[in-house]
């Protein structure tokens, strides 16, 4: 029997390593992910609400992840 905290620690990185993947996610930096239960929290920073809904469409197609909580802030990204 795999341990509560071990198996969130899976799925964290299971969603981290879906969010590398796809190549829209160079600020992946700034985004923390948590795992509870089957219940991934997106954290942090990204550049548009575009972004921040897809970071949460990925974070979803993870097998075992039975919903998310998408708390990231839009702040775009400041040129010059």
Do not use: Y
């Not at 969603?15 to 985004?31: P, Q, R």
């Not at 991934?40 to 949460?56: F, H, M, P, Q």
């Amino acid at each position: 029997k795999v341990s509560k905290g071990a198996s969130n620690a899976a799925l964290t990185t299971k969603v981290k390593s879906a969010l590398a993947k796809d190549a829209g996610f160079k600020t992946l930096g700034k985004i923390d992910v948590d795992s509870n239960e089957g219940v991934v929290t997106l954290k942090g920073r990204v550049e548009s609400a575009e972004a921040k809904k897809k970071a949460e469409q990925i974070a979803k197609q993870v097998d075992g992840v039975k919903s998310v909580k998408n708390q990231l802030r839009v702040e775009a990204a400041k040129k010059g």
